[in-house]
């Protein structure tokens, strides 16, 4: 750690809080900092970087807001996960999402995740499609347990994603179906709503296993849909409420 930290000059003195940010983001980036890597004591660094403490102390703020680093309980401070869950925070921090907005995402999870449907039916590998009839067989006996399939649900799209073998289709398409979860949590307590996506997991897995594109598009917007309004139920019934 503190070998690649060396190999950095120090940071220019103009804005320096701002500099020692793009720093470490540079470091991130070009991987000498890792997700999961603890950053060094904060004395250290500050050495290393060669600004004061104080500027240290708001660049790493203005980091963990971003969501890029994470302070762990017990002490430290290290790079998160990178996660869309991750940076999403401020984005979602910023994008209110409301009735108006709602069809937008819906819109923009038509278009992208319906592409991805297409491919991954082209590309899936067998072992994908056994991944996904395990989810499936799984999330049968999870139907009274909310999170627990949220989370199957969360691994089944992540799986149709990653057969398409690109990694920014993973992570744009991960990163619109973080935006709506909160709603979501909500929606997955409603009656029938679990049972129901369930059904339509089962139709997007037989297209798949098919190999057929057009099926399993039209099986994923189906579901798409399904999602679009019983959210947008979920988030009638929490304006009542409120």
């Known amino acids: 750690m503190m070998a690649s930290l060396e190999a950095y000059a120090p940071v220019e003195r103009n804005s ?4 020692v940010a793009k720093r470490l983001l540079e470091m991130v980036r070009n991987k000498s900092l890792k997700p999961g890597d603890q950053l060094p004591p904060e004395r250290e660094l500050a050495t290393y970087l060669q600004v004061s403490r ?3 102390r708001e660049a790493l703020r203005g980091l963990q807001i971003l969501g890029v680093l994470k302070m762990r309980q017990g002490g430290g401070i290290y790079v998160s996960g990178l996660e869309a869950t991750d940076l999403l925070g401020p984005l979602q921090f910023l ?16 278009m992208i995740d319906g592409s991805i449907a297409r491919m991954a039916a082209e590309r899936i590998q067998p072992a994908q499609i056994a991944s996904l009839k395990v989810l499936v067989e799984a999330q049968k006996d999870l139907l009274n347990d909310p999170l627990a399939f949220r989370i199957a649900d969360t691994e089944f799209h992540e799986t149709i994603a990653a057969a398409t073998g690109n990694p920014f289709l993973v992570t744009i398409s991960h990163s619109l ?3 709506g979860m909160e709603y979501r949590r909500v929606a997955a307590l409603s009656p029938g709503v679990l049972q129901r996506s369930l059904v339509e997991h089962r139709a997007i897995v037989a297209a798949l296993a098919a190999r057929d594109p057009d099926a399993t598009v039209s099986a994923m917007a189906a579901h798409l849909t399904s999602v679009h309004e019983t959210t947008l139920e979920a988030m009638a019934h929490t304006s009542r409420e409120d």
Do not use: C, F, K
Request: no cysteine; charged share 20%.
């Open 16 to 19: 320096v809080a701002e500099q």
């Open 54 to 56: 104080p500027s240290l």
């Open 95 to 110: 994008i209110t999402l409301d009735s108006e907005n709602l069809g937008s995402l819906h819109e923009s999870r038509q």
């Open 177 to 179: 179906y973080v935006l």
